[in-house]
């Protein structure tokens, strides 16, 4: 009964993160299209830069959020609400120690490379330091923001993340339908008018955590022991995270030196097409997360099991579903979308789609070594294989190679990384590999390519016309959706489906 409830709260969670995801990338998509065309490539790309650059200090703070999420979780697991009140006011103390070093290192490291290194035009230098001022206070509000998230994350009260997530796509698509009416300097303004929204944000969560939750009703709390405990997880995990700094802004800086900021602006708008359709996979992971370490807390490993197989084969055919479709015809939608896409977006795009299928196949095994607490060794070598993603596109760069060449690189050691994510999770859980290389990667490969058969035969034979469009999203997705349901499921997973349908068209009868 405990499994079926579980399945239950998980359905109605992705229920919540997909309506939000489905309301949020419709707004976002539609409000890139606006903000290139108000701001025009050279803004848009120092904008990304600029605030990508933010986005280096704030590893230790996305370490500390990963060990948040765990710790709280894992105490609501256990049921001691003494102990989650201590733990969320010491995880709160440590975000603030997070912020105030953060905005030291911004101010002057920070600072030195946006003045003295990063590539931007003379005219709109004074503009992009105060644009960097701006990144460095929303930056701070999602520091402070991150325990009361992982607390709302650990009680899976997913419906108000999704609304809060939805009103703030929502303001930010108002800001953008603003600046066409503004006089004065429309990237200033756009990023003081972002910084506002980013400040609503955080007053909407924090006042709902503190009305709702016990927890969350912070009083100065110092316990050296759970310092510790928490400083010993994050400072694995910082590891883990500066590795992807590195390989993410690194890039985009690597990028801005080599090329300028037109490029930047071309991997900004595919990061944001990135960002959008790997939602429909991170927000259905984040809905299985608190469960997988609740049952571990408890000692489930039966169930935990379980839950990491189905969640990893679901990412990746929930993202399979989105992705091929729009990787067949991603010139006509980019063209369609943005009418004049900057140059290398077709090809950004597609590699960092196919990073994040890469991604979503060993996602779930990454959830299940951090349930556990025991993530030295995950972080130790992963990082070195990421590590390797700067030197190896710095040396491709300087001997000639086009921009496309990091991505390539941080995609390809993704391979790596699943290899690294199978030996350790046998090694520290004593996980089923067999029965995830024959449930999880096998399925995962074979379906996708029997879904493929069909669409890249119609996109190869068919002229690309306005009409081949939805005719190739209708055909994909029907393709896909029933090489899932007879390939990739088994049969205790079909019959699940099928009594969900008759027992809704049953329902509907009466």
Request: hydrophobic share 55%.
């Amino acid at each position: 009964m405990e499994t079926v409830g579980n399945n239950k709260r998980i359905a109605k969670n992705t229920l919540y993160v997909y309506i939000r995801m489905l309301i949020i990338v419709i707004v976002n998509l539609y409000a890139s299209r606006i903000i290139l065309n108000v701001l025009g490539i050279v803004d848009y790309g120092i904008y990304n830069i600029v605030g990508g650059t933010v986005v280096l200090f704030t590893f230790l703070n996305q370490a500390l959020s990963s060990a948040t999420q765990r710790f709280v979780a894992y105490e609501m697991g256990r049921g001691d609400s003494t102990r989650l009140h201590e733990t969320f006011c010491m995880c709160f103390n440590v975000h603030v120690i997070i912020a105030v070093f953060i905005v030291i290192a911004a101010e002057t490291f920070g600072l030195w490379l946006v003045c003295d290194k990063l590539v931007i035009p003379e005219n709109r230098y004074e503009t992009a330091l105060l644009v960097y001022q701006c990144s460095i206070v929303s930056s701070i509000m999602s520091i402070i923001q991150v325990p009361f998230n992982a607390t709302i994350n650990a009680h899976e009260k997913f419906n108000i993340y999704a609304i809060i997530s939805i009103f703030d796509a929502i303001l930010k698509l108002f800001v953008v339908l603003l600046l066409p009416i503004i006089d004065g300097d429309l990237l200033l303004w756009y990023a003081i008018l972002i910084l506002t929204v980013h400040i609503i944000q955080f007053i909407l969560y924090v006042l709902y955590s503190v009305r709702n939750f016990n927890e969350c009703q912070y009083n100065f709390f110092w316990n050296k022991c759970l310092f510790f405990r928490i400083f010993k997880y994050t400072s694995w995990s910082l590891i883990g995270n500066v590795a992807d700094t590195l390989s993410d802004q690194g890039v985009n800086v690597l990028l801005n030196l080599f090329f300028g900021p037109a490029v930047n602006a071309a991997r900004g708008v595919a990061v944001q097409i990135k960002t959008q359709v790997a939602g429909f996979v991170t927000n259905f992971q984040s809905a299985s997360n608190p469960q997988i370490v609740k049952l571990y807390a408890v000692g489930e490993r039966g169930l935990m099991i379980n839950l990491v197989i189905k969640t990893s084969k679901m990412s990746f055919f929930l993202f399979l579903v989105v992705m091929l479709p729009l990787c067949l015809e991603m010139k006509s939608v980019l063209i369609l979308w943005l009418q004049t896409p900057p140059a290398y977006l077709y090809d950004f795009a597609i590699i960092v789609l196919s990073t994040v299928l890469l991604q979503s196949m060993g996602g779930t095994l990454q959830l299940a070594i951090q349930a556990s607490g025991q993530i030295k060794g995950y972080h130790l070598s992963v990082s070195l294989v990421k590590f390797l993603c700067i030197p190896i596109a710095y040396l491709g760069l300087k001997n000639g190679a086009n921009p496309t060449f990091p991505l390539l690189v941080v995609m390809s050691i993704y391979f790596g990384v699943i290899g690294i994510n199978i030996f350790l999770v046998k090694k520290i859980l004593n996980f089923p590999i067999m029965r995830y290389v024959k449930e999880v990667i096998f399925k995962d490969l074979l379906v996708f390519v029997m879904a493929s058969i069909l669409p890249f035969g119609f996109v190869y034979y068919v002229n690309n016309t306005f009409f081949r469009l939805p005719f190739t999203i209708i055909i994909t997705g029907i393709s896909v959706c029933l090489t899932i349901y007879f390939v990739g499921f088994n049969k205790q997973e079909r019959t699940w489906i099928k009594n969900i349908v008759f027992s809704k068209i049953n329902k509907n009868e009466n």
